[in-house]
Structures are given as C-alpha cells and as structure tokens.
C-alpha cells in the first residue's frame, strides 16, 4: 500500500477533468457521429455557432482547469515544472508557427491550419514535462 | 536583457523593415532566394523568444520574474482559446481562417495586457 497523499489540488483536478471534459469529449463524439460536424446537415446560423462552440468547448474547458490547478496547487515544485515545461512548450509553439508562417507568407509553402497550433503545444509540454521530471529525478 | 534586444533583436528588426521596403519580402523572389525574407522574418520572433527566455532565467528578483510568469501563462490560456475558438468558427464558414503569422502578435498583444493588469494589481 502507497503511503504517499497526493495533492488536494490534483485531486480537484481529475475530478474535473473526469464530470466536466468527458462528458464534453462524449457531446463532442455524439455531434461528430450524428454528422453535424461534418457538414451532413449544414449547419447554418444559431446552430453552426452551437456546434463551433460544443467542438472547442472540451479543449477550453481544460485550458480553465489548469489554469485553476495552476491556482490552486500548493506544491511550489510540482507547480514550478509545469509552468517551466508550459514556457517551453509556447516558446517552440511560437518560433515554429513564425517560422512556417512567414514560409508560407514568402516562399508558398503549404498552409498549416491554425488548430495545429493547440496540437503542437500540447505535444510539446507533454515531451517538456517528460524532460523535466527526468531532470528533477 | 536591453543589451540583447539592442545588438541583436534591433539589426533583425532594421533587416526586415529594409526588405520589406525594398520589396525583396513580398513575392519579388524566386525559388531558393525566397526563402531568406522568410527565414530572416522568423529569426526576428525566434530571436526574441529566446532573449525572453534567457531573461527569465536570469533574472534575480522573484516578484518581477512571477509577473512576467502569469502575464505569459494568461497569454498562453488566451491565445490558445481565441485559436481554438476561431478554428471552429472557420470549420464551419462563421469566420475567415487566421494565419499562422498572427499567432505571435495576438500572444504579445494578450500577454502585455496582462502584465500591465498585473502591474497595475500589484502596485
């Protein structure tokens, strides 16, 4: 049996994660399967901003959870390396989307869609908290 | 900080505006010469991230660095949901699709209200 107490903060955490983006995840799912999202129905109007809205509303939602845990978090260390892996990850988020920005402004390279950019960035601080905890070991 | 922004993000600053003037940045190039406008462009941001990035780490005193911290981490959680929120309004044709080039200045533009918003709490 662990001995170890986890913090309260990542408790609160989990929790919203598991009531409030999954089941967001789960709309989402549903909306995409039934074909609003891709355009079966075309949406137009009211329901086009409903359907916009439930399709971001999953990865908004979790950008406000870590902001709260961020609040919340009394461990100063644990806090400290995800912020410093969220720094490195929006530094390499923004020199790569300049950089093929202004390729494809003066040199036509292929146009990378902006929803790539919350991609790029999750991929990043997750490699960023990998690298950091390996660091702090 | 000043130095850096002064002997290197300065002459990058004054490269670019020379070529966009000159005209060489705006499709006057061809090929494998279009690509210096391009790269001298990106140099500019990529330039300045680090020189952020060396201040943080050097600076001394924690209360400037943690309100430079969450000025970023507000610009980091607002420009992540103005793109994420502007992607699903374009896949659905409410809006016209944001380029990749304006990432950067909307970042900037968040993160410097939010400095002073902290600046002004903190006063």
């Known amino acids: 049996m662990s001995g170890r107490v986890g913090s309260p903060a990542k408790y609160r955490f989990e929790d919203r ?3 409030i983006i999954v089941p ?38 979790f ?20 912020v410093q892996s969220m720094l ?26 902006i929803a790539w950019v919350q991609f790029l960035f999750c991929a990043v601080m997750i490699v960023a908290i990998g690298a950091n905890r390996w660091r702090y070991r | 900080m000043e130095d850096r922004m002064l002997f290197i993000g ?42 952020f990035g060396l201040y943080l780490k050097e600076e001394q005193d924690e209360f400037q660095r943690d309100l430079w911290v969450q000025a970023l981490l507000w610009g980091i959680g607002a420009t992540l949901t103005v793109i994420t929120l502007w992607g699903s309004l374009v896949e659905f044709e409410l809006a016209k699709g944001l380029k990749l080039i304006f990432v950067f200045p909307l970042f900037m533009l968040i993160t410097c209200i939010a400095r002073l918003v902290l600046k002004l709490r903190y006063r």
């Open chain 2, 10 to 51: 300065m002459p990058l600053l004054v490269a670019n505006i020379a070529l966009a003037i000159w005209g060489i940045g705006y499709r006057h190039l061809h090929a494998a010469g279009a690509y210096l406008p391009a790269i001298l462009f990106a140099l500019l941001g990529v330039a300045f991230i680090v020189i």
């Open chain 1, 17 to 19: 994660f598991l009531f």
């Open chain 1, 24 to 61: 967001l995840f789960v709309l989402d799912g549903i909306l995409g399967i039934w074909g609003f999202h891709y355009h079966h129905l075309h949406p137009a109007g009211a329901l086009a901003v409903f359907c916009a809205t439930a399709q971001s509303s999953p990865i908004i939602a």
């Open chain 1, 88 to 113: 490195w990850a929006i530094g390499a988020t923004l020199a790569v989307s300049t950089f093929w920005g202004s390729m494809e402004k003066y040199s036509q390279a292929p146009h990378m869609d």
């Open chain 1, 63 to 82: 950008i406000f959870i870590i902001g709260l845990y961020l609040a919340e978090e009394k461990d100063e260390f644990q806090k400290s390396v995800l």
